[in-house]
Structures are given as structure tokens and as C-alpha cells.
């Protein structure tokens, strides 16, 4: 023990999914897009005048914000951005659970939203998901010291509806309530309409999934004026320049092409639904994931055993050794080509264990 040991602020760090560099794998574990971003991107990246670099981007990240608020019908001032969704959720954490009440997240979730209440201190309490990993919203109706979830959940995919989140929202109006919205395009709706009757509400998205923009790091969230403001506080005390010029000349070129963006989206949860069809006659369970990933178990196999098999062959989903969800594979939609490498390695094992 070193004599300054005791003035460290320790924390038990969250453990991304593995980022492995294999020439020929099939990478379904941090559900990523398959597809690339759209062709504005490339073109801003090879336009780019890395003479700018010389100088500081816009702290307020002007450009980006003005066509995210065009994108999404709602006021400049209700937008915040950060270096993908973790920095604006961690942001959030930090600005908006400031009680002495326990924070309440399901006890299936994010990983890391446990860890960012540790560091930050925040008291909080896990709320157990019903037996199909779905919200009881009456578990939020008591007394709190904030509300964050995933809609769709993580690892799940499960969706809530928008009418479930609006009642909860109503029994919570005294904290802030956060929906962390990384996977909502691929199939769920949006909260972001009930801006306009709840102050309280924050809706947190990210470019890394629906948009392809992983590597880039760029998250945003919507909120009230008031909220984003408290927001912008907070991340001025801490990083005032946190979107690169490249972060924001490409994320706006992201913004821009619509058309794109759907039939991003059209063709990975054509893929997802057929992936269904194929993965139940397989013989897995899952629920109707809302998500770019499955969420699956069976009742033959041990997932552990399975996801390092799948390791053999450069095939790497995610497996969480967690309470309650150690029999399950949480699985990325890639395209369909990646998709049909992984079920034909899956009929081949169901073939193996049968002998
Ligand atoms: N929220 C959820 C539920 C996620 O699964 C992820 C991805 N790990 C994030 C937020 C953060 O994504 P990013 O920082 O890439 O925007």
C-alpha cells in the first residue's frame, strides 16, 4: 500500500466488448453496422482542409447541431453532442443525478451504467426486468433519485412502448428521467415527441449503430432548454472542445443523406427478421429484438461454450458472465452474407453435439 493510496478515486472499470484484428473474422460482438456510412462521409473526409486543423473547433459544435435540429424538428437549444453516446450519457450521470436518493436501472442493462454511478458516487438501485426481460413500470413508481434505462434494452433488445415510457415519465416528474436510445432506429419509436410535455425527459442517441459511425465517436442527446443548458455546463467545466472538426464535418454529412440512412436501416432489419426465421428452427429462444443484435439462448447448448467455439473460427459474439443471463449470446446483425457464415457454422454445431 503506497501512503497516497487512499486519496485515489478507484473504480472498477467497465470492460468494452473485444475490438480483435483478425484478417477473416466475422466481428457480431459490439453491434456495429455492417454497411458503411454514407458516401457524403468519404467525401467530406477527402475534402477536408487539414489546414483547419491548425485551430480549435466551434465548442458549440454549431454545424452539427443546426442539422441535427433540422433533421429532427427540434430547437438548436434542445441539442447537446459529445464523443459518442457514453461521454454525453456520462455527462448526463454526472449533471443530473445529483441526490441522495438511489438512481433506478434494470438489472439487465448497459454495463456501464453501474459503473458510472460508482465513479461518480451516486447512489442506486437495479430493478429486477420481469421474467421475459420486460420493465415493470409499477417498480418506478416509488421514490427516486432518477430513471435510466435503454429502449430498446440492452443486451435484450427488448422494446418498450412509447405509451409505457409516458406513464412511467408521469409517476417520475421530479427527477430526470434518461432513455438511451443507441438502437432505437432499428425498428422502435422514438420519445423524442414527448419533449414537448416533459421537461424532464432526456433522449440519448448515438451515430455509432444506425449510422455507421462507430470509429468517428459522436452521441447527442434532446432535452429541454433548461436541461441542455445544465448539460453544456457541466461539459464546459470539464472539455469545452470535445467535437473534433472531423467529428462534426463528417457527422453532419451523416445527417444529411436520409435516403441513405433508410436503406441502411431497411436492409439490416430485413436481415434481423429473416435471422429470426432461421435461428428458430435452430432451436434458439430469443425475444423480438427491436434491435441490430439477438439476444438468444438454447436449450441444448451452453452459450459459454458456444461463443468460444465461435472464437475458434474467428466468429466473436458477446457473452456476459452476469446473474441471470449466463446462458445467452447477444449476437450483432451483420449482412446477410456474415449472417449465412454464422448459420452455416450453427447447423454444422447443432450436427456435432448431436453425435
Ligand atoms: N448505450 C447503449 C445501450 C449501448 O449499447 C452503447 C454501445 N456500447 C452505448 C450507449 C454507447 O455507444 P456510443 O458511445 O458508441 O455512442
Same mark, same amino acid.
Do not use: C
Given at each position: 500500500m503506497k501512503p497516497w493510496d487512499k486519496n485515489i478515486r478507484r473504480v472498477v472499470p467497465y470492460v468494452p466488448g473485444e475490438q480483435p484484428d483478425q484478417p477473416h473474422m466475422l466481428k %457480431?460482438? &459490439?453491434?456495429?453496422?455492417?454497411y458503411p456510412p454514407a458516401p457524403g462521409v468519404a467525401e467530406a473526409l477527402y475534402t =477536408?482542409? &487539414?489546414?483547419? %486543423? #491548425?485551430l480549435y473547433p466551434d465548442p458549440g459544435a454549431g454545424v452539427l447541431i443546426r442539422a441535427m435540429a433540422k433533421r429532427y424538428q427540434? @430547437?438548436?437549444? @434542445?441539442v447537446f453532442v459529445g464523443v459518442g453516446s457514453d461521454d454525453v450519457l456520462a455527462m448526463s450521470f454526472l449533471t443530473? =443525478?445529483? $441526490?441522495d436518493r438511489p438512481i433506478f436501472f434494470p438489472d439487465? &442493462?448497459? $454495463? /456501464?451504467y453501474d459503473v458510472w454511478a460508482e465513479e461518480f458516487r451516486i447512489p442506486y438501485e437495479r430493478i429486477p426486468l420481469d421474467?421475459?426481460? #420486460?420493465?415493470?413500470?409499477?417498480?418506478?413508481y416509488r421514490e427516486n433519485g432518477g430513471v435510466v434505462f435503454p429502449n430498446p434494452n440492452a443486451p435484450t433488445g427488448e422494446l418498450e412502448s412509447v405509451d409505457d415510457i409516458e406513464d412511467l415519465l408521469q409517476h417520475n416528474q421530479d427527477v430526470v428521467v434518461i432513455v438511451?436510445? *443507441?438502437?432505437?432506429?432499428?425498428?422502435g419509436e422514438s420519445v423524442l415527441p414527448l419533449l414537448d410535455k416533459y421537461d424532464n425527459l432526456l433522449v440519448v442517441q448515438t451515430f455509432s449503430k444506425s449510422r455507421s459511425l462507430a470509429g468517428m465517436r459522436i452521441g447527442y442527446a434532446f432535452g429541454s432548454r433548461e436541461l441542455i443548458g445544465y448539460l453544456n455546463d457541466v461539459k464546459y467545466s470539464f472539455n469545452?472542445? &470535445?467535437?473534433s472538426h472531423l467529428a462534426l464535418a463528417l457527422g453532419t454529412a451523416a445527417v444529411e443523406d436520409e435516403t441513405y440512412f433508410q436503406e441502411t436501416l431497411h436492409k439490416i432489419t430485413a436481415t434481423r427478421e429473416r435471422v429470426k426465421k432461421e435461428f428458430a428452427a435452430l432451436g434458439f429462444r430469443f425475444g423480438?429484438?427491436? *434491435?441490430? /443484435?439477438l439476444f438468444v439462448t438454447h436449450p441444448n447448448w451452453r452459450a459459454k461454450e458456444l461463443f468460444e467455439a465461435l472464437k475458434e473460427e474467428h466468429i466473436y459474439v458477446r457473452y456476459f458472465r452476469k446473474?441471470?443471463?449466463?446462458?445467452y449470446l447477444r449476437i450483432t446483425i451483420g449482412t446477410d452474407d456474415e449472417m449465412d457464415v454464422l448459420l452455416d457454422f450453427l447447423r454444422d454445431y447443432g450436427k456435432q453435439e448431436k453425435n
Amino acid at each position: 500500500m503506497k501512503p497516497w493510496d487512499k486519496n485515489i478515486r478507484r473504480v472498477v472499470p467497465y470492460v468494452p466488448g473485444e475490438q480483435p484484428d483478425q484478417p477473416h473474422m466475422l466481428k %457480431l460482438n &459490439t453491434n456495429e453496422n455492417p454497411y458503411p456510412p454514407a458516401p457524403g462521409v468519404a467525401e467530406a473526409l477527402y475534402t =477536408f482542409d &487539414t489546414d483547419r %486543423l #491548425r485551430l480549435y473547433p466551434d465548442p458549440g459544435a454549431g454545424v452539427l447541431i443546426r442539422a441535427m435540429a433540422k433533421r429532427y424538428q427540434v @430547437q438548436e437549444d @434542445q441539442v447537446f453532442v459529445g464523443v459518442g453516446s457514453d461521454d454525453v450519457l456520462a455527462m448526463s450521470f454526472l449533471t443530473f =443525478f445529483n $441526490s441522495d436518493r438511489p438512481i433506478f436501472f434494470p438489472d439487465i &442493462t448497459y $454495463s /456501464f451504467y453501474d459503473v458510472w454511478a460508482e465513479e461518480f458516487r451516486i447512489p442506486y438501485e437495479r430493478i429486477p426486468l420481469d421474467e421475459r426481460f #420486460r420493465i415493470r413500470k409499477e417498480d418506478y413508481y416509488r421514490e427516486n433519485g432518477g430513471v435510466v434505462f435503454p429502449n430498446p434494452n440492452a443486451p435484450t433488445g427488448e422494446l418498450e412502448s412509447v405509451d409505457d415510457i409516458e406513464d412511467l415519465l408521469q409517476h417520475n416528474q421530479d427527477v430526470v428521467v434518461i432513455v438511451d436510445e *443507441a438502437y432505437i432506429d432499428f425498428g422502435g419509436e422514438s420519445v423524442l415527441p414527448l419533449l414537448d410535455k416533459y421537461d424532464n425527459l432526456l433522449v440519448v442517441q448515438t451515430f455509432s449503430k444506425s449510422r455507421s459511425l462507430a470509429g468517428m465517436r459522436i452521441g447527442y442527446a434532446f432535452g429541454s432548454r433548461e436541461l441542455i443548458g445544465y448539460l453544456n455546463d457541466v461539459k464546459y467545466s470539464f472539455n469545452s472542445y &470535445t467535437m473534433s472538426h472531423l467529428a462534426l464535418a463528417l457527422g453532419t454529412a451523416a445527417v444529411e443523406d436520409e435516403t441513405y440512412f433508410q436503406e441502411t436501416l431497411h436492409k439490416i432489419t430485413a436481415t434481423r427478421e429473416r435471422v429470426k426465421k432461421e435461428f428458430a428452427a435452430l432451436g434458439f429462444r430469443f425475444g423480438d429484438s427491436q *434491435a441490430n /443484435f439477438l439476444f438468444v439462448t438454447h436449450p441444448n447448448w451452453r452459450a459459454k461454450e458456444l461463443f468460444e467455439a465461435l472464437k475458434e473460427e474467428h466468429i466473436y459474439v458477446r457473452y456476459f458472465r452476469k446473474p441471470r443471463i449466463d446462458n445467452y449470446l447477444r449476437i450483432t446483425i451483420g449482412t446477410d452474407d456474415e449472417m449465412d457464415v454464422l448459420l452455416d457454422f450453427l447447423r454444422d454445431y447443432g450436427k456435432q453435439e448431436k453425435n
